[in-house]
């Protein structure tokens, strides 16, 4: 019974510290998935320059509008 117990804690402590995840792996997986995200938006931005040349930029904060 005792073995059993030391077999079954050790293979439990064992099989939860293989952990095959490393820091790069991490950051691949992240620059990877933020590379997608690189052009939303530009057409955002550009209206938003547009505005603010034209002097018709308006700001909304919780849904009033402050100019």
Do not use: H, W
């Not at 019974?1 to 792996?25: G, Q, Y």
């Not at 997986?29 to 603010?52: P, R, V």
């Amino acid at each position: 019974m005792r073995k059993t117990l030391l077999f079954l804690t050790t293979l439990i402590i064992f099989l939860t510290s293989c952990n095959f995840d490393t820091p790069e792996n991490y950051f691949d997986s992240i620059t990877l998935n933020t590379n997608s995200f690189g052009l939303i938006g530009s057409k955002d931005i550009a209206i938003m320059k547009e505005s603010k040349k034209a002097k018709s930029l308006k700001v909304f904060i919780n849904g009033v509008n402050n100019l």
